[in-house]
């Protein structure tokens, strides 16, 4: 039992270059989510699905895009990437949205050059 | 969601109880308290949440005051593996937006 798996842990992208985050889970949780942790601002919502077939945007969407794969799959696509976008990001999952505890992944660490 | 207070750090010897406390004296009525904690690098993870009465789990108790204006979470037998920032959350349970995390309490087990 795995939980929630990132990949890849590390990467450098040029500016304007793109990229997927992958991210999966083996709780069969019905929410996901993406997040973006920056020094001193906290954890904020890019995008979540609340559960399969649905995606919305969260706090900081511009810049991103989501697909929902399946129950255990939910990717983030930079198609674009700017050095604003350098960051941590983790992905989540919970049983449902809202009340339901988020279990995060380990992180993707990105720096955009 | 409301605000928290947690001391900057605490220490603790191996095998002792930790006890980190939390204010967050404006919570409402339908406010939960959750604590995650963040070891170096990895993600956050989550610990245990309540809303007014006590909870165990494998990992911590949550004991939350009667006015519900403060809580402790207790590692009943702390292991090097415990040191890590530990966060205070209250939020109402209808969504997770923006997680503001706040500084909370550096947590550093000692041989």
């Known amino acids: 039992n795995a939980g929630v798996t990132q990949t890849p842990k590390f990467q450098v992208l040029k500016t304007g270059q793109s990229m997927t985050l992958q991210c999966a889970q083996d709780m069969n949780h019905n929410s996901m989510y993406w997040y973006r942790q920056d020094p001193g601002m906290g954890l904020r919502l890019i995008y979540y699905?609340?559960?399969?077939?649905?995606?919305d945007k969260g706090e900081v969407p511009n810049g991103y895009n989501v697909s929902r794969l399946n129950k255990r799959e939910f990717s983030l696509r930079l198609e674009s990437a700017a050095p604003s976008q350098t960051s941590v990001y983790f992905c989540?999952?919970?049983?449902?949205?809202?009340?339901?505890?988020?279990?995060f992944g380990n992180g993707t660490r990105l720096t955009v050059t | 969601d409301a605000k928290t207070t947690q001391p900057t750090s605490m220490d603790c010897a191996e095998g002792r109880a930790a006890n980190l406390p939390c204010n967050h004296s404006?919570?409402?009525?339908?406010?939960?308290v959750y604590w995650y904690r963040q070891i170096h690098s990895q993600g956050p993870q989550y610990i245990i949440h309540g809303l007014k009465n006590n909870e165990t789990n494998e990992m911590a108790s949550l004991i939350i005051t009667e006015d519900r204006k403060s809580s402790t979470l207790i590692l009943p037998h702390a292991t090097l593996r415990d040191t890590a920032v530990y966060y205070c959350i209250v939020r109402v349970g209808n969504s997770w937006g923006k997680l503001q995390f706040g500084s909370g309490t550096q947590v550093v087990v000692t041989p």
């Open positions: 699905s609340a559960s399969e077939g649905t995606t």
């Open positions: 404006t919570i409402s009525g339908n406010e939960y």
């Open positions: 989540a999952s919970s049983e449902n949205h809202g009340l339901s505890p988020l279990h």
